[in-house]
């Protein structure tokens, strides 16, 4: 992902879904981008680090869930979440 996508999740609002225009792809079905935002206050996870189970702190983070769409079907074509921590870190999966 790129720093525009850490960029326009920043100017999102949490709890609000945008949708794209529909655009075409390389093929005649048009797609959609939708995005949310969802904001964490931090919190407490498990961490494995060789045998041993370790509790860490969270910091706070925004979490943009995108996903890619056809328009026809309403398929789901590409599904990502993002994580942005107010260091500017992002993760991706």
Do not use: C
């Not at 961490?47 to 996903?67: C, G, H, N, V, W």
């Amino acid at each position: 992902m790129s720093d525009l996508d850490e960029y326009y999740a920043s100017l999102r609002q949490p709890g609000r879904l945008y949708v794209s225009r529909s655009f075409p792809d390389n093929n005649p079905v048009k797609l959609r981008i939708m995005n949310r935002i969802i904001e964490s206050d931090g919190g407490l996870g498990f961490a494995t680090i060789k045998k041993d189970i370790q509790l860490r702190e969270s910091p706070p983070a925004r979490y943009q869930l995108k996903a890619t769409v056809y328009e026809d079907d309403r398929r789901v074509r590409v599904l990502s979440f993002q994580k942005f921590t107010k260091g500017g870190v992002h993760v991706s999966w």
